[in-house]
């Protein structure tokens, strides 16, 4: 489990295809706290490591998991959002993230804010009945607060902190995004979708269905 938090931003020194999908070779500051086995959100996909070097480790990932996220268009060089698994009694500082990816956002927009950068990005449809305005989304493993949503998309506030210390800051149109909802909200329309409700998004916050009364 994770928390949205980026502890650094790593680099991909390499790629190399293997058998059933990649291997990937990551530098980062945070190998001395790496053991192989170890659990690594990589751009919000929990990875296992698989070896661990004086500065970085490998990982590797399937091809199901290229195909469901972003991770089938990394190259040599690119920049990732790293993560360690949270431990008991660490702070909670972003929200409860699995690193189980649910679909694949597009960047529409970005534009300034005062002294954010306000980013539309269009979700998968089967994602929107679990998003709310002021309800928490991590985006390639960033923990955000939707700004607001209309019929096919989200806004997110990125203050300059996270544009500095994560991928995010060089996101732009057509960027595509591992998008992982809240699990609380896949819960909650999972118990409610028995009874006919459905979870859905107002300009406030959620609500159920009123004609859709459990047991009604």
Do not use: K
């Amino acid at each position: 489990m994770f928390s949205g938090l980026v502890a650094d931003l790593g680099r991909l020194a390499g790629i190399s295809s293997e058998a059933e999908g990649v291997r990937l070779e990551v530098d980062t500051s945070l190998a001395d706290r790496i053991e192989p086995g170890d659990s690594i959100a990589v751009n919000g996909v929990c990875l296992t490591a698989t070896g661990v070097r004086a500065d970085g480790f490998t990982a590797d990932a399937m091809s199901q998991t290229l195909n469901m996220t972003s991770l089938g268009s990394l190259a040599s060089g690119d920049r990732l959002n790293l993560e360690l698994a949270l431990r008991a009694g660490d702070r909670l500082g972003g929200h409860i993230v699995q690193g189980h990816v649910d679909g694949v956002g597009e960047v529409i927009s970005t534009e300034a804010d005062g002294f954010s950068t306000r980013a539309r990005v269009r979700l998968p449809a089967h994602l929107l009945r679990f998003v709310i305005p002021q309800g928490s989304i991590t985006l390639e493993g960033v923990s955000l607060t939707v700004a607001t949503s209309g019929d096919d998309w989200i806004e997110v506030a990125l203050i300059p902190e996270t544009m500095e210390r994560t991928t995010l800051g060089r996101v732009g149109p057509g960027s595509r995004l591992n998008v992982e909802c809240d699990v609380i909200a896949r819960y909650v329309e999972r118990m409610v979708s028995p009874y006919g409700g459905e979870v859905r998004a107002t300009g406030s916050g959620s609500e159920t269905n009123p004609t859709d009364e459990i047991g009604g």
